[in-house]
């Protein structure tokens, strides 16, 4: 009986009413004027790498591998940025 009940209010089933779109909406608007701290977007940093023939799988492609640890060096240089 609580699941047929807890399902009729599900946010999977249902959208958010007018007063909680608008108390969010609040919410979101109230936080925004305390933060003193830096945005999402303002952290970011993009690398270009040219590729070499010595990065390349058997089939043509980039080896998964020398991405990966790319994208790892990337995190890491963006991460000090901000922790040191």
Same mark, same amino acid.
């Given at each position: 009986e609580k699941r047929r009940e807890d399902r009729k209010t599900s946010l /999977? $089933?249902?959208?958010? $009413?007018?007063?909680e779109t608008m108390h969010l909406h609040k919410v979101m608007m109230d936080r925004e004027k305390q933060?003193?701290? /830096?945005?999402?977007n303002d952290t970011m940093l993009q690398t270009t790498e040219l590729m070499q023939p010595q990065e390349k799988n058997r089939s043509g492609k980039i080896f998964g591998g020398f991405l990966m640890r790319e994208a790892y060096e990337l995190a890491y240089t963006t991460a000090s940025a901000f922790c040191a």
């Amino acid at each position: 009986e609580k699941r047929r009940e807890d399902r009729k209010t599900s946010l /999977l $089933t249902m959208h958010p $009413t007018d007063a909680e779109t608008m108390h969010l909406h609040k919410v979101m608007m109230d936080r925004e004027k305390q933060q003193q701290g /830096l945005k999402i977007n303002d952290t970011m940093l993009q690398t270009t790498e040219l590729m070499q023939p010595q990065e390349k799988n058997r089939s043509g492609k980039i080896f998964g591998g020398f991405l990966m640890r790319e994208a790892y060096e990337l995190a890491y240089t963006t991460a000090s940025a901000f922790c040191a």
